[in-house]
């Protein structure tokens, strides 16, 4: 299933500050389905690489304690306009992500 990745750039000078909020449910397998009583499976993503034009700025592994639909911000020196921004994560049962977008120019 894809699920969006939300993602703004702003250009300031050479700094690129990169925001992105990641659609995923983030499960810790200790929530119990109200329906059913019954755990909730364990569903959160495992690694996360931001890049700037194919060099990864970015490498991180999460586990099961980061929050629902996760947001990040960073800021990345030595940015270009029409530079390439691309998020990547895959989770623990296999799903992928995956957004790119342009710098746009500083203003």
């Known amino acids: 299933m894809t699920r969006p990745i939300r993602m703004r750039v702003r250009l300031e000078g ?10 995923h449910p983030m499960e810790t397998g200790l929530r119990k ?3 059913t009583g019954q755990l909730v499976p364990l569903h959160f993503i495992q690694n996360l690489t931001v890049s700037l034009d194919g060099k990864p700025v970015l490498e991180t592994e999460w586990g099961q ?10 800021r ?8 390439e921004v691309t998020i990547e ?3 623990n049962q296999g799903e992928r992500g995956r957004a790119s977008t342009r710098v746009p120019p500083p203003g």
């Open 76 to 83: 990345v020196h030595g940015a270009k306009a029409d530079d």
């Open 65 to 74: 304690a980061m929050a629902r639909n996760p947001y990040i911000q960073l």
């Open 33 to 35: 389905d109200a329906r």
């Open 14 to 23: 050479d700094v690129a500050e990169i925001r992105a909020l990641i659609d």
């Open 89 to 91: 994560w895959v989770d």
